[in-house]
């Protein structure tokens, strides 16, 4: 099983849609978790952190915990075609201070 | 955010050579730097994390020989890429924390061997 699983995609939304992007994590000690968005050969920019269940809200953007069901998401409201990218789940490992990423998933807003 | 800078942007060498790229943080001092390696249309690879004033340690299968890191100050980590071969082609990134968890990454070297 691998540390950090998600959707490969690709996922298509309706511009102005939200969009759902899940993550799932194996190691259940964790305790932060990230979002990172990449555009086609950029490299990746970190555009949210959780480390306590629940949600937590930075603008259209969206991420929630659930350390019981070791799963975290990223809601991006209002999608916007310029949100377009591959989006990155990454989980630190404690202790190692290192961080596992999901294989990514790529997204499509259509105008 | 922190701001992490890498160059060269992009390096084209012929095999055989060796070929360096640096890393640097600019607004702090990381004491642990990090390098990846990305494949066309794959995920981040963690190849080493870099601590300053003191031995990388490489992840598993990463040839510390064939990929020399230094950590010579606070601000600084080089990536040496020895006797490079095309299938060393890829796109190497860095990353370093500002004292926090984040990570903050650099733009990247996009490297090209003939």
């Known amino acids: 099983q691998k540390e950090v699983e998600q959707n490969s995609g690709p996922l298509s939304v309706p511009e102005g849609a939200i969009a759902s992007l899940n993550c799932t994590y194996s190691?259940?000690?964790?305790?932060?978790f990230f979002w990172y968005r990449q555009y086609s050969g950029k490299s990746p920019e970190l555009i949210m952190s959780?480390?306590?269940?629940g949600d937590k809200e930075d603008g259209r953007f969206t991420a929630q915990l659930n350390k019981a069901s070791q799963y975290v998401s990223l809601l991006i409201r209002d999608s916007q075609p310029s949100d377009s990218a591959t989006y990155l789940c990454?989980?630190?490992?404690?202790?190692?201070?290192?961080?596992?990423f999901g294989q990514g998933t790529r997204l499509t807003i259509n105008p | 955010g922190a701001v992490v800078s890498q160059h060269p942007s992009r390096v084209i060498c012929k095999s055989g050579t060796s070929v360096k790229i640096e890393c640097r943080s600019l607004?702090?001092?990381?004491?642990?730097m990090f390098w990846y390696r990305q494949f066309p249309k794959q995920s981040l690879m963690l190849m080493a994390t870099?601590?300053?004033?003191?031995?990388?340690?490489?992840e598993q299968g990463v040839e510390k020989d064939k990929f020399l890191i230094n950590h010579a100050s606070l601000t600084l980590s080089t990536l040496t890429v020895t006797s490079a071969h095309p299938e060393d082609s890829s796109f190497y990134i860095c990353?370093?924390?500002?004292?926090?968890?984040?990570?903050?990454f650099g733009p990247g070297t996009r490297l090209t061997v003939l």
């Open positions: 959780i480390y306590s269940n």
């Open positions: 990454a989980v630190l490992i404690q202790g190692a201070q290192k961080l596992v």
């Open positions: 870099s601590n300053e004033g003191s031995k990388a340690t490489y």
């Open positions: 607004d702090f001092q990381a004491t642990t």
């Open positions: 990353s370093a924390n500002d004292r926090g968890r984040e990570q903050f």
């Open positions: 190691d259940r000690g964790s305790q932060s």
